[in-house]
């Protein structure tokens, strides 16, 4: 069974970095992509990162530059690396493997092909 936990979330202020982590349980890392999401309060749940099980990694336009996704499949580890925290990167952070086609990543306007969703780490970044 498929299983992801997130975190390393919590407070920072603007302008600082965090690393958070999505552990994998269950399966195989090196067979699957795995994305990173976020929800705000009172928004949509959308789609920042993803990294497909040969390496390549994928952005929205809104965090390129800021983040970077890395896989580490010996620990099972997929680390999403935040840089210049904004107070707009404040939300629930989520990870999840694709539901279908489980090496590949989805476009990351389609957040709906990605599941199960866990309960997520919070980011709050405030001064």
């Known amino acids: 069974q498929v299983q992801l936990v997130e975190s390393g979330g919590g407070l920072v202020q603007p302008g600082d970095s965090l690393t958070l982590a999505c552990a994998a349980s269950?399966?195989?890392?090196?067979?699957?992509?795995i994305g990173w999401f976020r929800q705000a309060p009172g928004k949509e749940r959308e789609a920042v990162s993803c990294?497909?099980?040969?390496?390549?990694?994928y952005f929205a336009d809104s965090v390129k530059g800021r983040f970077t996704i890395s896989s580490d499949n010996s620990k099972k580890l997929v680390s999403l690396q935040i840089n210049d925290l904004k107070p707009d990167d404040t939300a629930v952070y989520y990870c999840?493997?694709?539901?279908?086609?489980?090496?590949?990543?989805?476009?990351?306007?389609?957040?709906?092909?990605?599941?199960?969703w866990g309960q997520g780490t919070q980011v709050t970044v405030s001064s």
């Open positions: 990294i497909n099980s040969a390496g390549r990694t």
């Open positions: 269950g399966f195989t890392l090196d067979d699957y992509a």
């Open positions: 999840a493997a694709p539901l279908w086609e489980w090496g590949i990543c989805p476009s990351l306007r389609r957040p709906d092909q990605f599941g199960p």
